[in-house]
């Protein structure tokens, strides 16, 4: 399912820093740009239909509305995570119509520069997630420096008005989808359907999808009933009932998505979870925000 997630810019306006463990972070978008940065685990980050690997000491940029999934391998993945609105800087430079082309930040920059990014990114980081007197000073200028970096690369270069404009309006339109795909995604769900009620032909619907998400329908469908099946996993409830709640026509299905997805049954996949004790405190989650204290405690020891 293709999530328009809503950020809150709760400490810093513009900026938000959190450290999360994902087991399997279905399609979504946002307005804000990302930094990521895993700390933990291994797995792939989707970006439009393009797929990075990613592992511990990895970085990659994702562009504001740009969709993107995250799914871990055995052990889930721990990142820290740096998200920034366009407009924050906005009196200074215009970042809306900016489009990096930098996903993969350790191809791009030498060895020397890419180790001192990471060190940043936690310095960044930790004054967030401290809070101390003047932190969002701190943040403001130590990400502003790493962003005319990103400027300066080379990889970056600005779009026009018009098409930042369709841009916008693409997004809206995907966002009323996805809504109405929240509500329904246990009930059966056609394309015509949705077509009709954006008083679109379906064939112009379908390439829409497939052109903003690098997904179809039905894949975007699917993941959303396997994100839901992943908060029932913990229970000990039979797997045919995980799948009818998960809006899986017949069990099959699912057991074909968890492996195409995680490589293994949703047998296989629930014994793994019951003998991880990180699991364990993602109980009915495929995610984990940690406190700011523990995200803290945990990126401190990195130095």
Sequence with gaps: MIEYEIIRHDKIRGIRVFVNTIRFRSIH????????????????????????AIQEGSCLLINAYDSHEIVSDAVPLTAVIIQFSPHFLQDYCDLRTVRF????????????????????????????????????????????????????????????????????RDEKRMKRISDYIEAHFQDAIRLADLA???????????????????????????????????????????????????????LKYMTAAFKETFHMTPAQYRRNVQQDPIETSMQNSSEYIWPDHEALHMLQKLF
């Design 196 to 250: 009709e009620r954006e008083d679109i032909t379906v064939t112009h619907l379908s390439h829409l999808i497939k052109d903003l998400f690098g997904v179809s329908f039905q894949e975007y469908l699917r993941n959303k009933r396997l994100e839901h099946a992943l908060r029932l996993i913990h229970s000990g409830r039979p797997l045919s009932e995980i799948s009818a709640e998960a809006g899986f026509s017949e």
């Design 101 to 168: 082309d930098l996903i993969d930040l350790q191809s791009v920059f030498a060895a020397e520069e890419y180790a001192q990014l990471k060190k940043e990114i936690l310095q960044i980081s930790c004054a967030y997630l401290e809070a101390a007197d003047s932190f969002a000073l701190y943040v403001i200028s130590r990400l502003s420096d790493i962003l005319y970096r990103f400027m300066m690369s080379g990889h970056a270069e600005r779009v026009s008005e018009a098409e930042y404009t369709r841009r916008h």
């Design 29 to 52: 978008m946002h307005h804000d740009a990302e930094i990521l940065y895993a700390i933990k685990g291994s797995g792939k980050v989707i970006v439009r239909n393009t797929s990075y």
